[in-house]
């Protein structure tokens, strides 16, 4: 089974401190997701890497960063976090092709206080 | 862009009763579509996914999509609802060559006794 894998489940931080969210797959998928998902509003992309060092901004980047170092391991990084960043954050990993499913994480609760 | 739309938010329907969610996507190439299902608490997993190889898809926990290209739609149903089927559930559509996924604003659905 694939496993996608988040380092968190709940995180408290508080405002202005840079947050990383790890996530790490383990069946060398070559693309990798962060979404955010927030009531009444789905899940939202907010970077996408398609293959290492290799990334693509979704459609909320402002605010975050992303790293992809190793295929694996697909960090989302805060580097200032403020109470509007609050919020469910899902990783997701899907093998390169055309109608490959994304598998998910089981996400994490990031409150910013 | 491609992009999928979820109309209604919320579904609600008597347990036994038809299920009718709905998915229109925009695109003007042959676009590869998913549904994929929230139970509380839970991560995302993927009920039924479109291939191009049938028009009918059938998915797991007796759901089923249709794929109408005139309508541009891939609406999912089931013919008898049950408690358990209370969940949120997102269409999805890969949007480019490097294999973006972009999600629709997600449907809840509610099953009464």
């Known amino acids: 089974d694939v496993k996608v894998t988040q380092s968190s489940r709940y995180l408290v931080k508080r405002t202005g401190e840079k947050v990383f969210l790890e996530c790490v797959q383990d069946m060398d998928h070559e693309n990798m997701f962060w979404y955010r998902q927030d009531p009444g509003l789905g899940l939202r992309l907010i970077y996408f890497s398609y293959d290492v060092k290799m990334k693509e901004k979704g459609d909320i980047p402002e605010g975050y960063s992303v790293s992809r170092e190793k295929k694996e391991r697909f960090s989302l990084i805060l580097e200032s976090a403020s109470t509007n960043q609050t919020s469910m954050y899902l990783c997701?990993?899907?093998?390169?092709?055309?109608?490959?499913?994304?598998?998910f994480g089981q996400g994490t609760r990031l409150t910013v206080v | 862009a491609q992009s999928v739309t979820q109309l209604g938010s919320h579904v609600s329907v008597s347990e036994g009763a038809l299920v009718l969610l709905r998915c229109n996507y925009s695109s003007s190439v042959p676009p590869y579509l998913f549904w994929y299902v929230q139970y509380p608490n839970q991560g995302l997993q993927l009920l039924l996914k479109y291939t191009s190889a049938a028009t009918l898809v059938k998915g797991i926990n007796g759901f089923e999509a249709e794929f109408k290209k005139s309508e541009t739609s891939f609406h999912l149903t089931k013919p008898s609802a049950h408690m358990s089927d209370a969940a949120e559930y997102f269409c999805?559509?890969?949007?480019?060559?490097?294999?973006?996924?972009?999600f629709g604003q997600g449907t809840t659905l509610q099953v009464k006794p």
């Open positions: 997701a990993s899907r093998l390169q092709g055309t109608n490959t499913e994304a598998f």
């Open positions: 999805a559509v890969i949007t480019s060559n490097t294999g973006k996924l972009i």
